[in-house]
């Protein structure tokens, strides 16, 4: 069933296609796509020079606006973004935006050709990016997509730049939750290596709590926060402790380390997925990868559990296609109440008790608010339970630096990404020196790789003081050629 | 950018070799201003005349020529030149060298005779142009005044004409604007050198007819029920005009701006590796605009640099030796078609090709693979070009032991 998936990395156009679709771009005036991106990305200069040849070029126009041009060749939701936007969509469909990148970014970079379709190419940042010129100092916290991309802004104005990851390697999302058979491990190896070298300082394995956080914004001239989230949400619902219940942040990091489609050598699934039954619950894009990850494991049986219908999922429709397409069901309006298991409340858990919900009025999120049908249970049979819930906010690196947050929890920001540190967030005798900003998950709330790199990119330009130049339009220029 | 692209022509220094030719597009200071901050090293403003010279336009005058999906693979127009006179572009040309002392200026000009070229000249050279090109080349409406064509087409009245213009040039290079109607182009730029005028340009539009509606019987573009001649320019004449700058650049010693169907940097560089010094664009800035010349430079800097070259003057004329006459090119060595089955999606289209346009020498069995007969075939290069896979069909030595070169 594993191979039913059509998303998996392939090898993507040829030359030939490329230039035939490439041939198709109308270069429109004021282009469509480049508002549909959150990085402004010069679309039609860059397709240009694929039709003409001038590969080098292509990977130079979506570099200068995309230092993660080829993560975000390949997991790029283009049908959300760019390729919505694009003026063709109303004559023979949209041009294959995603597509052309990934060539362009394939055959642009150094390295790009030889390595071949799939393979991981960085961007050609050189091997320094400049010095310490500049005299300014930035700590980075999290070296995700958004703290990588602002990381390499700020190296490549001169400034000396540390990070700091809490994990053993950076990466983050890009390493972690996303899975293989989308972003294969060499190509996140090869693009986070290519900023990482620039002459950056990287700091593993360090979570920034309070102490070192009044350090850091007592010695640098900007300190930016790229931590992501606060992990994955629980349902309350008892029984959620049970062996066999996981976060499906939990659940993909481990499929993505073991860099196979099976989930294998765990203790609560015992081993391979083959002959067990999946339930996933939730219905945004992270449910759809643990379903797709789960059917790709040889699971006998995935199924989704959502309390409202498709219609209200938040789940793009593509992901949806690939969740169906891999064999998944689903059941909507349905929310666990229980998860049960045999024996003792530490016994691995054996099913899910759920109950049948009806939509009523809208919520604060404007879709119908679900409400639990009286005496409706039922029970359906599962090994393993997978809790696609979202995130919660980062409480701890709020507390941390001392920023204000909204009700959510979220750090409050202004257009720049400019966090306001609390006056309380020193202790006596240290100066706040530094500007603060938050890019990625941890102001947003979990978004695109791309708006992640867009937000790094933005926030770095805001500390260099540059903030008049951030609107998209501006750094895309007219019509792209 | 490493790469030095600016090139030395009849003694005028381009930034890079990328003109504007004199078109719509520079037809008035503002709109070449645009250009030149886009990027273009020179323009050369639109054609202009004496303020006597009635210059009586018909609309509509273009129409553009598609093939399948592609749009405007070529552009006919009769458009005349400019409507604004003398009088206004030396105006433009004193505010263009002004705001961009960098940029090369250049006027082209018409004249019905003798004291209207030399009039031109005085005035321009007056405002302080860098370069002025003559146009003895207009196909459409001029010729019947016996200008445009009507000059370059006789390589006497071109000497003529010229000798004109270069006598009353004190301090300015002239240029010579050269039709592809005529039997033998170098002849007319032997002409031109021989007058003393420093360059020529080729070519000028092709003349043609673009086609007739079906329904009203009149051919396009339909001018209140009639219609005539026009200039076709576009993608598809490119293949005339490198022939036209090959044949000048092999037979005269004259630089040359190229001229014909450039949309890409690589048709630039193919004019360049011709002999070509600078080259001039106009359709397809017409359509997509000055920031064309964005990806002109970059493609050309970033191929320069791939091919270890350090400047654009490097490849000027590399082409030129490979250019014989039919009879001196080499007999032996002969090549068969191969496929490369991995490439090949089944489609037969070589298959009949081969069959009804060559010496069926593919066959095309049930699995629907197209396989190469080395035996029958002669290795004439025509099935390559109707392969809708890139470098699935290619032409290469016969297999060992195999073909007519090898029996």
Redesign the interface.
Known sequence: MTERVTRDVSVGL???QA?AEA??CL?C?DAPCVKGCPAGVDVP?FI??V????W??AA?VIREANVFGGTCALVCPTEELCEKECSSRLL?GPISIGALQRLAWERGTAGGVKAGAGRGAGADLGADAGGTAAGKRAAIVGAGPAGLSAAWELRSRGWDVTIYEATDKPGGQLDWTIPSYRLPPEVVAAEVGAIVATGMKLRTGVRVGREAAEGLLAENDAVILATGLGGGRASGAPGEGRPGVVKAEEFLARARQGRSTRVTGTADTGGDLAGKRVAVVGGGNTAMDAAVTAARGRATRVTVLYRRTAREMPAWPREYRGALAAGTEFLWLVQPVAFEGAGAADGAVKAVRCVRMALGAPDASGRAAPRPIPGSEFTIEADLVVMALGQGSNQEIVEAFGLAADKAGRPVVDPSGRAQVSAGALPAGHVLKAKVFVAGDLGNGGATVVRAVAEGKRAARAAAGELERLAPREEA????? | MAVDLSVVFCGVKFENPFVLAAAPSTDNADMVARGFEAGWAGAILKTTSVESEVVSLAYPMMVGLDIDARRLVALENIDLISGRHIDEVEKDVRRLKKDFPKKVVAASIMGGKKEHWEELVRRLEAAGVDLIECSFSCPHGMPEKGMGSAVGQSPELTEKTARWVKDAAKRVPVIIKLTPQIADIAAAAEAVKRSGADGVTAINTVKGLMGVDLDTFVPYPNVGGHSTYGGISGPAIKPVALRCVAEIARRVSIPISATGGVTTWRDAAEFLLLGARTVQVCTEVMRHGFGVIEDLTDGLANYLEDKGFASVEEIIGKALPHVVEHSQLPRDGKVRAHVDPEKCIRCGVCYVACRDGGHQAIEFGPDRLARVDEEKCVGCGFCPTTCPVADCLTLGPASAGKGRAAS
């Not at chain 1, 220029?477 to 050629?481: T, V």
């Open positions: 040829l030359p030939h230039a041939g198709r270069y005036y200069a240009r020079k039709g003409s040849g001038n080098r070029g130079r023979g220029g007219s019509n792209g050629c």
